[in-house]
Each structure stands twice: as structure tokens, then as C-alpha cells.
């Protein structure tokens, strides 16, 4: 489950916008934002010019029932409000998105990615540098390959979600071609057909590496420390649990793009995380304490709370996502 991709591309698309308002472009933003408030249709009643207005008699013996008024509302089509919403969020997606690529696409935003990919890949590949014993030259190349694939989910996930319908099919091939590019470039680099399998074994478990190094935060934050050997047992629970599931089909590559053409995702990732961890929950009691147990559930809702709020705030902001046409 890519969790932490997902955080942390929504506070990477937060700083992005952030950066770019601080580059003057804050008072376009509020312009572009207050006309297509402007533009939203009035839902008050309206009177219709030349209606006629019911009186009752002055004198009637009869009882007078309740009086009907001669203003008629005028209620606007929902199918045409629908469209203006959708219209609004697709505005609005493409303001953000085009303040998002303008500070990837930046030589700071460049620099800044590139520094966070080598060390984000030398914190989660460090064991596997280790055991591959490479120079510091080696070290340096290898860390480089790994890096563009240690930030290739986040990547992914901020284009896309900031991207039209109509671009996203493009940015994923794009992704799915410099992925190709990253792996030709890893084997050929490697050179050895037994340590290329062993990066392939690591590079499929990444994600679970990443999150036992936060949850082993955690665990010492709690009082109840991971072990080494606990370690490396939930990595391979959760990476378990995780093809048990189908959360890789659903929740990386293609599947991103599904995702994010159907509103509701924040729900769809709050269901698929419960079944997540009920995979996962004979295998992690095996392996943990009664006491890590309880701390292991507590940072997992910490998690996926992170993740469904940014997700809910990003469909609040673009009106969600929607199957195109």
C-alpha cells in the first residue's frame, strides 16, 4: 500500500505550490480561483415577469383554503450544474497542476528532487549497498539508478494527480518507458546475474523497508523496540499481505491511474487499507509482542489518516475525480 508515497506527494505538491506563490504568482492564482467562483450559478427562486398572482375573494362565506402563491421558482438543471462543477475542478486541477510542473520542471525543483531520490534511496537501499560491497564510486552511480526509482511512485502520483484526463494516459507511458530505462540501466550496471536478482527482490519490498524504518520510530517511541530479525519477518508479512490483497495492481502504476478517474478514492484506500491489514494481522501477531502489536496498529491509523485526508482535501480542491469519456 503505498501510504507513504501518498503523503508524501501531497506534501510535496503543498511546497511545490507554496515555492511558486512565493515566485509572484500568488495574486494569479486568487484571480483564476475567484472568477470561476463568479461564475457559479445562482440557485436563488426567481420570479417570472407576468405571472399571475392569486387573490382571494374579499368577501366568501366559503372557507378559504391555503393561499397559492404566484411566484414560481425556477430551479436550474442539475445535469448543467454537474457540468459547471466538473468544469470548475478541471480549472482548478490545471491551476494547480501547472504551478506543480512549473516548479518540477525548475532547475531548483530539479535539484531539489534529485537530492531527495539519492537520499531517500541511500537510507532505504543501504543495507542491500552493503551487502553488494560497492566503491564509493560504484556507490554513488548505483545510488543514483536507485534513486530515480526510489521517488518514481511519487513522481507518478503528483503528475497525475495534477494532470487532465486527457494528459495523464502520456504521463503514465512516460513513467512506465523511464522505469524500463532505470531497470536496463541497474542490470547492465550490476553486471551479475545473482546480484541483479537480489535488487529485484529488494527493489519489489521497498515499500515495506520504508515503512518498518518509520515503524521502528515508532516501536522505540513506545517503549518496544524492534529486533533485526523482527525486522526483516515483517517485511516479508507485509509484502505478503500486500500481493494477497491485489494492492500493488490497484494502488501503483496503471493502477494509480485508475484510481484517481473515480471520485471516492479516499474511501477506496480506507477499505482496501482494513483488508490490508486484516491479511496481514496472524502474520504480524507471530512476529510481535502483545506490546508491539498495539503500537504496530496505532502508527498504521496514524498513517492511513495522513494519507485519506490529504486525498480528500486534494477532490475537495479539483471536485474529485471522474471517469473520462
Same mark, same amino acid.
Given at each position: =500500500?503505498?501510504?507513504?508515497?501518498?503523503?508524501?506527494?501531497?506534501?510535496?505538491?503543498?511546497?511545490? *505550490?507554496?515555492?511558486?506563490?512565493?515566485?509572484?504568482?500568488?495574486?494569479? !492564482? /486568487?484571480?483564476?480561483?475567484?472568477?470561476?467562483?463568479?461564475?457559479?450559478?445562482?440557485? #436563488?427562486?426567481?420570479?417570472?415577469? &407576468?405571472?399571475?398572482?392569486?387573490?382571494?375573494?374579499?368577501?366568501?362565506?366559503?372557507?378559504?383554503?391555503?393561499?397559492?402563491? &404566484?411566484?414560481?421558482?425556477?430551479?436550474?438543471?442539475?445535469?448543467?450544474?454537474?457540468?459547471?462543477?466538473?468544469?470548475?475542478?478541471?480549472?482548478?486541477?490545471?491551476?494547480?497542476?501547472?504551478?506543480?510542473?512549473?516548479?518540477?520542471?525548475?532547475?531548483?525543483?530539479?535539484?531539489?528532487?534529485?537530492?531527495?531520490?539519492?537520499?531517500?534511496?541511500?537510507?532505504?537501499?543501504?543495507?542491500?549497498?552493503?551487502?553488494?560491497?560497492?566503491?564509493?564510486?560504484?556507490?554513488?552511480?548505483?545510488?543514483?539508478?536507485?534513486?530515480?526509482?526510489?521517488?518514481?511512485?511519487?513522481? !507518478?502520483? %503528483?503528475?497525475?494527480?495534477?494532470?487532465?484526463?486527457?494528459?495523464?494516459?502520456?504521463?503514465?507511458?512516460?513513467?512506465?518507458?523511464?522505469?524500463?530505462?532505470?531497470?536496463?540501466?541497474?542490470?547492465?550496471?550490476?553486471?551479475?546475474?545473482?546480484?541483479?536478482?537480489?535488487?529485484?527482490?529488494?527493489?519489489?519490498?521497498?515499500?515495506?523497508?520504508?515503512?518498518?524504518?518509520?515503524?521502528?520510530?515508532?516501536?522505540?517511541?513506545?517503549?518496544?523496540?524492534?529486533?533485526?530479525?523482527?525486522?526483516?519477518?515483517?517485511?516479508? *508479512? =507485509?509484502?505478503?499481505? /500486500?500481493?494477497?490483497?491485489?494492492?500493488?495492481?490497484?494502488?501503483? %502504476? /496503471?493502477?494509480?491511474?485508475?484510481?484517481?478517474?473515480?471520485?471516492?478514492?479516499?474511501?477506496?484506500?480506507?477499505?482496501?487499507?482494513? #483488508?490490508?491489514?486484516?491479511?496481514?494481522?496472524?502474520? *504480524? #501477531?507471530?512476529?510481535?509482542?502483545?506490546?508491539? *502489536?498495539?503500537?504496530?496498529?496505532?502508527?498504521?491509523?496514524?498513517?492511513?489518516?495522513?494519507?485519506?485526508?490529504?486525498?480528500?482535501? =486534494?477532490?475537495?480542491?479539483?471536485?474529485?475525480?471522474?471517469?473520462?469519456?
Amino acid at each position: =500500500m503505498k501510504l507513504g508515497f501518498i503523503i508524501s506527494t501531497a506534501v510535496g505538491a503543498l511546497l511545490a *505550490v507554496m515555492v511558486v506563490m512565493g515566485m509572484g504568482q500568488l495574486t494569479k !492564482l /486568487r484571480k483564476q480561483v475567484a472568477d470561476l467562483e463568479q461564475e457559479k450559478p445562482a440557485k #436563488s427562486a426567481t420570479r417570472i415577469p &407576468g405571472a399571475p398572482v392569486a387573490v382571494a375573494p374579499v368577501a366568501s362565506s366559503r372557507p378559504s383554503g391555503p393561499a397559492k402563491s &404566484g411566484r414560481t421558482s425556477v430551479d436550474s438543471d442539475p445535469d448543467e450544474e454537474e457540468g459547471e462543477e466538473d468544469r470548475r475542478g478541471d480549472e482548478r486541477r490545471r491551476v494547480l497542476g501547472d504551478m506543480f510542473r512549473q516548479w518540477t520542471e525548475s532547475d531548483a525543483g530539479k535539484r531539489m528532487q534529485e537530492t531527495q531520490n539519492k537520499r531517500k534511496a541511500g537510507r532505504l537501499f543501504g543495507p542491500l549497498v552493503e551487502d553488494l560491497s560497492l566503491g564509493e564510486e560504484d556507490r554513488e552511480y548505483f545510488l543514483e539508478i536507485a534513486g530515480g526509482s526510489a521517488g518514481a511512485e511519487d513522481a !507518478l502520483w %503528483g503528475e497525475l494527480m495534477t494532470a487532465g484526463d486527457g494528459d495523464r494516459e502520456k504521463i503514465l507511458e512516460n513513467w512506465e518507458a523511464e522505469n524500463s530505462e532505470r531497470s536496463a540501466a541497474m542490470k547492465e550496471f550490476l553486471n551479475d546475474d545473482s546480484d541483479w536478482e537480489r535488487y529485484q527482490n529488494y527493489e519489489s519490498r521497498l515499500e515495506e523497508h520504508e515503512q518498518v524504518q518509520g515503524l521502528r520510530r515508532a516501536m522505540e517511541g513506545a517503549g518496544v523496540p524492534l529486533t533485526s530479525e523482527q525486522e526483516a519477518q515483517l517485511v516479508e *508479512v =507485509m509484502y505478503d499481505a /500486500r500481493q494477497q490483497t491485489g494492492m500493488t495492481e490497484r494502488w501503483q %502504476g /496503471r493502477g494509480v491511474l485508475n484510481q484517481l478517474d473515480e471520485p471516492g478514492i479516499a474511501d477506496r484506500l480506507e477499505t482496501d487499507w482494513q #483488508s490490508n491489514q486484516e491479511a496481514m494481522s496472524s502474520g *504480524v #501477531s507471530s512476529v510481535l509482542s502483545p506490546e508491539q *502489536v498495539e503500537a504496530f496498529n496505532s502508527s498504521q491509523s496514524r498513517m492511513i489518516k495522513q494519507a485519506t485526508q490529504g486525498l480528500r482535501m =486534494m477532490e475537495a480542491f479539483t471536485g474529485g475525480g471522474r471517469r473520462s469519456e
